[in-house]
């Protein structure tokens, strides 16, 4: 009597091996989209937490500007230079570890490291005695806070003096004043932008002067020597 021999002929052994095929084809088309997805949610959660430190630095940043006045006998004008894209104070925040005082801080968009990019970037030097403008800026390093954005505008809330009602403004055009509010708008090209940011000054403007109160006026306070 023959005996059969159990076994696969080659048209079963081809339907295996396509089967087996596409199950690790689509094996790997999940793997490959759950890194991807685990990827992109990764990617989006230090965005945000970069977004939130950078806000609340600049919030911290700009409530802490502080109301110098230049070192000008003719005329008293407090240290502040605000522009609809730009912005340069006084910060009572130090310049670095080792540094004592106030410091000088300018806020614009400057161009990126890759091309046809712009970054919100700030930079911050040391105040001296001798300062009178905002010429340490040019030598000082620049920090990106926010990067890749398209632009950033600046208002200001305030008035020309006590008898007329404060209102909003693209450029601070009261040198002999300071703001009461300054808003930030960051562009970006991204579907979830920074909400704008208003911010409030902490320091009074009375912190920048020695008031006189036989003749009511405010003398100049200077910084000391570091």
Known sequence: ??????????????????LLGIMMLLLYSGLNFSLRAWNAGDA???RVADSRVADNFLRREVSEMYPMRWKDPNFLKYAFDGKQHALRFI??????????????VGLD????????????????????????????LDAA?????????DAVDFSYFGALND?????????????????MLVRMTVHTTRADPPPPMVIRPM???????FENVFQRDCRPRRPTMP
């Not at 390093?141 to 954005?149: A, K, Q, W």
């Not at 320091?203 to 002067?209: F, L, Q």
């Open 91 to 104: 910060s009572s925040r130090r310049a670095g570890v080792s540094s004592g005082g106030l410091s000088v």
């Open 1 to 18: 009597m023959r005996r059969v021999h159990a076994g696969f002929t080659l048209i079963e052994v081809m339907v295996a091996m396509m």
């Open 203 to 209: 320091v009074a403007v009375e912190a920048g002067c």
């Open 109 to 136: 968009v400057e161009p990126g490291k890759e091309p046809r990019t712009f970054d919100l970037v700030m930079r911050r030097a040391q105040v001296t005695g001798l300062v009178n403008d905002f010429s340490p």
């Open 163 to 179: 008898f007329t009602d404060p209102d909003w403004s693209d450029e601070w055009k009261y040198d002999t004043r300071m703001p």
């Open 44 to 46: 989006n959660g230090r």
């Open 141 to 149: 390093e620049p920090t990106v806070l926010v990067p890749d954005v």
